[in-house]
T-cell receptor
Framework: DAGVIQSPRHEVTEMGQEVTLRCKPI?????LFWYRQTMMRGLELLIY????????DSGMPEDRFSAKMPNASFSNLKIQPSEPRDSAVYFC???????????FGSGTRLTVV | AQTVTQSQPEMSVQEAETVTLSCTYD???????LFWYKQPPSRQMILVIR??????QNATENRFSVNFQKAAKSFSLKISDSQLGDAAMYFC????????????FGKGTKLTVNP
C-alpha cells in the first residue's frame, strides 16, 4: 500500500494564477479530507467527501477554492485566483468509517508570491 | 462544536526520560474517538495512538500511552524512554462517533528531545 499520495510536494506560483493540488487516497477508503495547515490557524478542515460526494465544505474559505472527487481514486483542490494568504501546507487524508484514525498524505507546500 | 486545547506550546525532555503532553477537549457527545498525531520535520502526519471514549482502559502503543479522563475531558500522552526520533510536533485530535467524520485538532505541542 503506497499510502495517500499527494502531488506536487511543493508549488510556487504567482498571485492570480490557478493552482491545482492532487490527491490519490488509499484504495478502499470511502472518506477523503482536505486540510490546510498554517502557523496562525493550525490544521483546519476545508472539505470532506464520503463515497465521492462532498459532505461538509463549510471550511472552504471562499469561492476561489473548489474541490472535486470525480472517482474513488482521485481528488483535486483548486484555487483560482491564488493569493499570498493562501500560502500553507495542504494535506489530503483518507479513511473508512469505524476505523478511527485517518491516513494523511505528505502534504503540498504552497507558496503564492 | 467540539474544541481541542493543548496548553503547552513547547516541551522538552532528556533522552531516555519520560514526558507527558496535555490535551483537553470540549464536547457534549458521549461517544467519540481521541487521537494523538505526530508531525516530524518531514511534515508527515503520523497516527501515534487512538482511544475510543467508551473504553475505560487507557490505550498503549509500545512506549506511548494515554491517560484518558472522560469526566474531566482530558487526554494526555505519555512518552516513555524518549528517543531523539520522538522530536516532533504532537497534535491531539477529536472525532465524533456517528456524527461528523472530521478530525478537530489542537494547536499542537512542539517536543524537543535533548541528548
Amino acid at each position: 500500500d503506497a499510502g495517500v499520495i499527494q502531488s506536487p510536494r511543493h508549488e510556487v506560483t504567482e498571485m492570480g494564477q490557478e493552482v491545482t493540488l492532487r490527491c490519490k487516497p488509499i484504495s478502499g477508503h470511502d472518506y477523503l479530507f482536505w486540510y490546510r495547515q498554517t502557523m496562525m490557524r493550525g490544521l483546519e478542515l476545508l472539505i470532506y467527501f464520503n463515497n465521492n460526494v462532498p459532505i461538509d465544505d463549510s471550511g472552504m474559505p471562499e469561492d476561489r477554492f473548489s474541490a472535486k472527487m470525480p472517482n474513488a481514486s482521485f481528488s483535486n483542490l483548486k484555487i483560482q485566483p491564488s493569493e499570498p494568504r493562501d500560502s500553507a501546507v495542504y494535506f489530503c487524508a483518507s479513511g473508512s468509517q469505524g476505523t478511527g484514525g485517518y491516513t494523511f498524505g505528505s502534504g503540498t507546500r504552497l507558496t503564492v508570491v | 462544536a467540539q474544541t481541542v486545547t493543548q496548553s503547552q506550546p513547547e516541551m522538552s525532555v532528556q533522552e531516555a526520560e519520560t514526558v507527558t503532553l496535555s490535551c483537553t477537549y470540549d464536547t457534549s457527545e458521549s461517544d467519540y474517538y481521541l487521537f494523538w498525531y505526530k508531525q516530524p520535520p518531514s511534515r508527515q502526519m503520523i497516527l501515534v495512538i487512538r482511544q475510543e471514549a467508551y473504553k475505560q482502559q487507557n490505550a498503549t502503543e509500545n512506549r506511548f500511552s494515554v491517560n484518558f479522563q472522560k469526566a474531566a475531558k482530558s487526554f494526555s500522552l505519555k512518552i516513555s524512554d524518549s528517543q531523539l526520533g520522538d522530536a516532533a510536533m504532537y497534535f491531539c485530535a477529536y472525532r465524533s462517533w456517528g456524527g461528523s467524520e472530521k478530525l478537530v485538532f489542537g494547536k499542537g505541542t512542539k517536543l524537543t528531545v535533548n541528548p
